[in-house]
């Protein structure tokens, strides 16, 4: 954490980063309290790691990466698991665009998609409602087994 509180002598600097606070202590309150996932570090650490994927420059393929440096979603059930990619990608979205240099824009952008693309594979291992006919029959079946 020592290079970006160097840099809180600047008012700009001090706003973000307090800015990014910010959204981390939301992101861990809510990956808790909506996906039933702990995070491993505290809110000024998950500042940290988001900051450092801004100023990295983080795109494509570093998705899996930020969440694992957040928390262990491996053990969670799939709905779990999409509702904390989702709240990530949400955190990630609402940093302040400037911590992006100007020409990495893109790779913000990026980075976005792969989170968005892991809350999609998450997602699709969730089981299918049964529709109505598949019930009816369900219901078939069950009065015939009663009989």
């Keep these: 954490m020592g ?27 809510d990956m808790a309290d909506q996906a039933q996932v702990v995070t491993a570090i505290s809110a000024p650490e998950v500042a940290v790691q988001l900051l450092t994927a801004a100023e990295g420059a983080w795109g494509k393929g570093k998705a899996t990466h930020l969440m694992a440096q957040l928390a262990d979603v491996r053990n969670h059930d799939c709905y779990c698991r999409a509702r904390a990619w989702l709240l990530l990608r949400d955190a990630v979205a609402s940093l302040p665009t400037v911590l992006w240099a100007q020409e990495k824009l893109t790779a913000r952008r990026e980075l976005l998609d792969d989170i968005e693309r892991q809350a999609n594979a998450a997602r699709a291992e969730t089981a299918p409602l049964p529709s109505k006919l598949e019930l009816r029959e369900q219901e078939w079946r069950e009065s015939v087994m009663r009989r």
């Design 3 to 29: 290079r970006y509180w160097l840099a809180m002598s600047d008012a700009s600097a001090f706003t973000l980063v307090r800015s990014a606070i910010a959204v981390a202590d939301a992101l861990r309150r």
